[in-house]
Nanobody
Framework: QVQLVESGGGLVQPGGSLKLSCATSGHTGSTWFGGWFRQVPGKEREFVATITWIQDKTYYGNSVKGRATISRDAATNTHTLLMNSLKPEDTAVYFC??????????????????WGQGTQVTVSS
């Protein structure tokens, strides 16, 4: 059974940075998309970033491009999101996502089979 466990998040001051990590267990194949989405109440889940296990290709949502970096650690099956220059509008619940499909539309949450429980990130002074 595939499980995704997030860590990180919390309260961050505007202009600060955050680090979110997602540890994946139970996945044995070489094909994997590890992603991050975020959601605020009343809105759709928004794409943040994704990295592929093959070739380490990275993709970013427009709202975080230039402020976010996604990376992965093959040894621990973990993918990590670093974001800087945080703004109050970055406040959301951040979800770790995973897909074992050969190809997906990375910015579409419906393409991911596996999800973490979500972690709250609040950007406020």
């Amino acid at each position: 059974q595939v499980q995704l466990v997030e860590s990180g998040g919390g309260l961050v001051q505007p202009g600060g940075s955050l680090k979110l990590s997602c540890a994946t267990s139970g996945h044995t194949g070489s094909t994997w998309f590890g992603g991050w989405f975020r959601q605020v109440p009343g809105k759709e889940r928004e794409f943040v970033a994704t990295i592929t296990w093959i070739q380490d290709k990275t993709y970013y949502g427009n709202s975080v491009k230039g402020r976010a970096t996604i990376s992965r650690d093959a040894a621990t099956n973990t993918h990590t999101l670093l974001m800087n220059s945080l703004k109050p509008e970055d406040t959301a619940v951040y979800f770790c996502a995973g897909s074992a499909k050969a190809a997906i539309r990375v910015n579409d949450p419906e393409q991911y089979e596996y999800w973490g429980q979500g972690t709250q990130v609040t950007v406020s002074s």
